[in-house]
C-alpha cells in the first residue's frame, strides 16, 4: 500500500477554479492507479476522475467530463492533480484520492486499497 495525502481544497465562487494534489508516498515503485472521488454533505462517494497506471489513460465521470482535468507528474502517478474548472455548488464535497495497482481502470471505491483523509472544497453560488 501507499500512504496517501491530498492538498488544495478550499472556498471558491461559483465557477471558480482550484487544483488539487494527491501526493503518495510508500511503495511506489510500484505502478498505480489513482482516483479521486467526493462525498457531498449526506451523499454517497462518487467516483471523479482516474489517472491508470500506464501512464496515460484517464477518465472522467460525465458530471464534470470538460471541465475537470487530471494530470500526473511522473509515470508512477506519485503525484497526481486534479485541475477543477468551472466550478458549481453542486461539487461542494470532500474530495479523496485513492490508490490501488490495479489491472484495468475501475470507478468503485472497494477496489482501491489506499486511500487519503481527504479535502474540503466549496463552492459558494
Known amino acids: 500500500q501507499v500512504q496517501l495525502v491530498e492538498s488544495g481544497g478550499g472556498l471558491v465562487q461559483f465557477g471558480g477554479s482550484l487544483r488539487l494534489s494527491c501526493a503518495a508516498s510508500?511503495?511506489?515503485?510500484?505502478?498505480?492507479?489513482v482516483a479521486w472521488f467526493r462525498r457531498a454533505p449526506g451523499g454517497e462517494r462518487e467516483f471523479v476522475s482516474a489517472?491508470?497506471?500506464?501512464?496515460?489513460?484517464?477518465?472522467y465521470a460525465n458530471s464534470v467530463r470538460g471541465r475537470f482535468t487530471i494530470t500526473s507528474a511522473d509515470t508512477k502517478n506519485t503525484v497526481v492533480y486534479l485541475q477543477m474548472n468551472a466550478l458549481k455548488p453542486e461539487g461542494t464535497a470532500v474530495y479523496c484520492c485513492?490508490?490501488?495497482?490495479?489491472?484495468?481502470?475501475?470507478?468503485?471505491?472497494?477496489?482501491?486499497?489506499?486511500w487519503g483523509q481527504g479535502t474540503q472544497v466549496t463552492v459558494s453560488s
Open positions: 485513492a490508490a490501488a495497482p490495479l489491472n484495468r481502470l475501475v470507478v468503485v471505491p472497494r477496489s482501491y486499497t489506499s
Open positions: 510508500g511503495r511506489t515503485f510500484i505502478p498505480f492507479t
Open positions: 489517472f491508470y497506471r500506464d501512464g496515460r489513460t484517464v477518465y
